[in-house]
């Protein structure tokens, strides 16, 4: 297994700019988180989804971001309209129930 | 927000040396879980200790849980090197893990 996979690894973009993040999670997996981890702020869990559907969306900064999980093989995360302060490194995870949690390589973002 | 409060912040020792890293939290969990991060990489998966376990190995990896102080502790025992990285515990409430801020780990050869 490929494990997590996200793509962009790197994204630059100007202050304004739609950016969409892609994740991949492990074939079989029924959960899948969306991070975000700063320096000042640590890893904080923005929205899960759990069999496709999204159960818990409360660290979802603010409207400007969202989330979609079309299928169990693919989700995104869009940031309309992207800001500076959105600059850190976005991961997602997969996890079988109970077990533990399967992390991608994460996508670095930089609002300029 | 943070459940888990990793003590100490960072952490020096000389390869060979046993590392201890701590950690406490403040609500009932169903596991709490170690991880590791090698700068500019994503986490890595220790090891997950369920609620009504008290100690768990892998490898030179011991994790201890007390529930009745909701702490925890990693020793990574004869360390080495590589590593060198940060260790996050997470502890799962409901499906979901809320990370502490972390122990940087430095091994020095």
């Known amino acids: 297994d490929a494990g997590v996979i996200q793509s962009p690894r790197h994204e630059v973009t100007e202050m304004g700019q739609e950016v969409t993040l892609r994740c991949k999670p492990i074939s079989g997996h029924d959960y899948l988180f969306w991070y975000r981890q700063t320096m000042m702020r640590g890893l904080e869990l923005l929205i899960y989804f759990n069999n496709n559907v999204p159960i818990d969306d409360s660290g979802m900064p603010e409207d400007r971001f969202s989330a979609k999980m079309p299928n169990a093989s693919f989700s995104t995360l869009k940031i309309q309209p992207s800001e500076p302060r959105d600059s850190a490194v976005y991961f997602c995870a997969s996890m079988f129930s109970g077990y533990g949690y399967t992390f991608g390589s994460g996508t670095r973002l930089t609002v300029v | 927000s943070q459940q888990g409060e990793e003590d100490p912040q960072a952490l020096s020792i000389q390869e060979g040396e046993n590392a201890t890293m701590n950690c406490s939290y403040k609500?009932?969990?169903?596991?709490l879980q170690w991880y590791r991060q090698n700068s500019g990489r994503g986490l890595v998966h220790l090891i997950l200790?369920?609620?009504?376990?008290r100690e768990k190995h892998s490898g030179r990896l011991r994790v201890t849980l007390d529930t009745s102080k909701k702490s925890s502790s990693l020793l990574i025992t004869a360390s080495r090197a590589a590593d060198t990285a940060s260790y996050f515990c997470?502890?799962?409430?409901?499906?979901?893990?809320?990370f502490g801020a972390g122990t940087i780990l430095r091994v020095k050869s």
């Open positions: 997470a502890t799962d409430a409901s499906n979901k893990l809320v």
């Open positions: 200790i369920r609620s009504n376990e």
């Open positions: 609500t009932s969990i169903n596991n």
